[in-house]
């Protein structure tokens, strides 16, 4: 059975860090990409970053870019996201998901399996 089980999400001030991590299990996950999507209250789901199978090449939606990183580990089967400089309007639960693709999509349709996310509270 496929598991993903997200962790590091919490509350912490404007400014601030945090690092969500994404496990994997059940099957490998090396030749699929992965990425991150967050659903605000009253919002839809927002795609906020990916990295394709290999690690190689990474993408950004536009509220984050340049504030957070995504990395993965294929040999731990998982991913990371490195959340810099936060903001208020970063409060969501973060969700990772795993794609039927070594590549990286920024629509839900591409992903097979998703995680149960994890909440972050960004306080001012």
């Known amino acids: 059975q496929v598991q993903l089980v997200e962790s590091g999400g919490g509350l912490v001030q404007a400014g601030g860090s945090l690092r969500l991590s994404c496990a994997a299990s059940?099957?490998?996950?090396?030749?699929?990409?992965m990425s991150w999507a967050r659903q605000a209250p009253g919002k839809g789901l927002e795609w906020v970053s990916g990295?394709?199978?290999?690690?190689?090449?990474?993408y950004y939606g536009d509220p984050v870019k340049g504030r957070f990183n995504i990395s993965r580990d294929n040999a731990k089967n998982t991913v990371y996201l490195q959340m810099n400089d936060l903001k208020v309007e970063d409060t969501a639960v973060y969700v990772c998901?795993?794609?039927?693709?070594?590549?990286?999509?920024?629509?839900?349709?591409?992903?097979?399996?998703w995680g149960q996310g994890t909440q972050v509270t960004v306080s001012t």
């Open positions: 059940g099957r490998t996950f090396s030749s699929s990409a």
């Open positions: 990295i394709v199978s290999d690690g190689s090449d990474t």
């Open positions: 998901a795993v794609a039927r693709l070594p590549r990286v999509f920024n629509s839900a349709a591409e992903y097979d399996y």
